[in-house]
């Protein structure tokens, strides 16, 4: 193991006396110092629940990019427990605040060539068009992307035009400053609708309201509504299909590293969503459409680096939800799905290269499927709801990797700590809107040797169709069999609840999902989700699965 020792810094005007915090090292072997351009790497500041540290891959990675050209690797960073603010990573770190007058100074002090935002998440991004003021007339330059082209994927107005002018469908959508402004575009635009605060991070204070008195109590409770701080409000697709896309584009062309399938439906968080690449229930035409809409947005907002899309897909056409001009928090797993470093090639991007001189162009290459799952921390915080939303919850996430679906989605499922059953019970209670789509699932379940218990609408409805269940009462109907008591007696093993979208119905079953949290009882909440865990569930009877090293998958 090597030893590292403090050495000068090759700068004069790094002085003991400087105010920053930052420290140069070197091996006995080699030492990074040199003459070369300078590059600053913004990271993502201090992490919690709901940000996650995906972002600190991406700056490592960005580390490792500028200095395999020659460019010296410096990150600004005040996060102590990330591996980007390890002494031994870039070539020098300042542990600072992420804010304009701090960036300023490091940017002056380091008499930096250029700096990188694409890999701090919204935290960095922010600062796009702040220093791009400040740096007028400066021989430091925004590397990559146009905080210009930002300004426009941020602004929802200007984006809205710029997917207009591209021929890219959007759900309908307007910005408010007030409950009356708020309230009339949700009237036009139609309940449901997502409602959040302009430039939020991790989905904070985001939520979908189905009805006017939901708005007035988040518009009074959720924002705080200003004309600084406009509200976003936007026709909610319900039984859509979400798509993450993670792109880096030269300007020119394009690489797809990953068209990312949501299991559940649009509308949960893509940091808690469980996602398959590829995609399994798209057609190809519809996977080219997908491709095609990449290329429009990347080349339209004249992306230079990495660029995220969540898009929706509802009943054969594809909408745009966002675009974001940085790293995602995919990126990690679709660098280490495809065993391509989209971070590396995004960075060298930023430098000048080209992709066709990098080699990767188009849409990335694979004969296996990976499946993301995320980690929650539910058990730990007492009282909590374990229903998903657009607001991240997770703490964490996991990657199955397999040559089947079903395999990669049991090894991700179990390694999120998902206790999935072979036999046993299923508690089946889900919205009239669901109970044809649950049908097979059930059908499926009973010839695994499942018993099935459900509530009176979802028992009848089974019932009809030939299939033999234990009705349940409610909670509220306070008569025996119920949920709870079934589940504290170890009847039931695994619940399928899909609540209406009426958000009473949701709140009516939180002391179930509360209580399966705590028993560690499999909850799903949507007939995609289900439909996936029978799968894995099927699979996991047919045997265990090899454990095979990542880079095989990768020869």
Same mark, same amino acid.
């Given at each position: 193991m090597p030893t590292y020792k403090m050495v000068d810094t090759c700068a004069a005007e790094f002085k003991a006396e400087t105010p920053y915090f930052y420290s140069t090292y070197e091996t006995e072997n080699e030492a990074r110092c040199s003459s070369n351009k300078k590059v600053i790497i913004v990271g993502g500041g201090p992490i919690r629940i709901g940000q996650g540290i995906e972002f600190d891959y991406a700056c490592v990675h960005g580390v490792m990019a500028l200095q395999e050209e020659g460019v010296d690797a410096i990150i600004i960073n005040n996060n102590p427990e990330t591996v980007s603010t390890d002494y031994d990573i870039s070539d020098r770190l300042y542990f600072e605040p992420l804010t304009l007058e701090d960036v300023l100074n490091v940017i002056e002090n380091e008499d930096a060539d250029g700096v990188v935002?694409?890999?701090?998440?919204?935290?960095? *991004?922010?600062?796009?068009?702040? $220093?791009?003021? @400040?740096? /007028?007339?400066s021989k430091t330059k925004v590397l990559g992307t146009s905080p210009l082209d930002v300004d426009v994927a941020e602004d929802r107005k200007l984006f809205s035009a710029l997917m207009d002018?591209?021929?890219?469908?959007?759900?309908?959508?307007?910005?408010?400053?007030?409950?009356?402004?708020?309230?009339?575009?949700?009237?036009?635009?139609?309940?449901?609708?997502?409602?959040?605060?302009?430039?939020?991070?991790?989905?904070?204070?985001?939520?979908?309201?189905?009805?006017?008195?939901?708005?007035?109590?988040?518009?009074?409770?959720?924002?705080?509504?200003?004309?600084?701080?406009? *509200?976003?409000?936007?026709?909610? $697709?319900?039984? @859509?299909? /979400?798509?993450?896309?993670?792109?880096?584009?030269?300007?020119?062309?394009?690489?797809?590293?990953?068209?990312?399938?949501?299991?559940?439906?649009?509308?949960?968080?893509?940091?808690?969503?469980?996602?398959?690449?590829?995609?399994?229930?798209?057609?190809?035409?519809?996977?080219s459409k997908i491709v095609d809409i990449s290329s429009k947005v990347a080349k339209g907002l004249n992306i230079r680096g990495l660029m995220n899309l969540q898009l929706a897909v509802k009943d054969g056409d594809v909408y745009m939800i966002e675009a974001n001009p940085r790293a995602s928090r995919t990126v990690p797993f679709v660098s280490k799905a495809i065993g391509v470093p989209l971070a590396k090639i995004a960075t060298k991007v930023m430098l000048g290269r080209t992709l066709k001189e990098l080699g990767h162009v188009g849409v990335a290459r694979y004969d296996h499927v990976a499946v993301k799952a995320s980690v929650f921390p539910f058990l730990k915080l007492p009282g909590v709801d374990s229903i998903l939303g657009p607001e991240m919850r997770s703490t964490g996430e996991v990657m199955g990797i397999a040559q089947t679906f079903d395999a990669a989605c049991y090894k991700a499922l179990i390694s999120a700590g998902l206790k999935l059953p072979l036999s046993g019970g299923v508690y089946i209670t889900v919205s009239d809107a669901d109970k044809p789509h649950i049908l097979d699932i059930a059908r499926e379940l009973r010839d695994m040797g499942f018993s099935i218990y459900a509530t009176k609408g979802t028992s009848t409805f089974l019932r009809e169709k030939g299939l033999q269940t234990t009705t349940v009462y409610t909670i509220s109907q306070k008569m025996a069999p119920d949920a709870l008591g079934l589940m504290r007696g170890g009847a039931i093993n695994l619940i399928i609840n899909t609540p209406s979208e009426a958000s009473g119905a949701r709140r009516d079953g939180y002391m179930m999902r509360r209580l399966a949290v705590e028993l560690e009882i499999p909850f799903l909440t949507t007939v995609q989700a289900a439909r996936a865990t029978v799968e894995a569930m099927k699979r996991a009877r047919l045997g265990p699965l090899d454990v095979t090293d990542l880079g095989s998958y990768h020869r």
């Open positions: 935002l694409q890999f701090g998440g919204q935290t960095a *991004i922010n600062l796009a068009m702040p $220093l791009l003021k @400040a740096l /007028e007339g002018k591209l021929g890219i469908l959007q759900p309908r959508s307007g910005t408010g400053h007030s409950f009356e402004e708020v309230r009339a575009i949700a009237s036009e635009i139609g309940y449901p609708v997502l409602v959040r605060p302009s430039y939020v991070i991790g989905g904070r204070a985001m939520e979908i309201v189905y009805n006017e008195e939901e708005l007035r109590t988040y518009v009074a409770t959720a924002v705080k509504v200003s004309k600084a701080h406009p *509200i976003l409000v936007d026709k909610y $697709l319900s039984h @859509a299909i /979400e798509i993450d896309v993670d792109v880096v584009s030269d300007g020119v062309d394009i690489f797809i590293g990953g068209i990312l399938e949501h299991i559940e439906e649009a509308g949960v968080h893509s940091g808690d969503a469980t996602m398959s690449m590829p995609p399994q229930t798209l057609s190809p035409q519809m996977i």
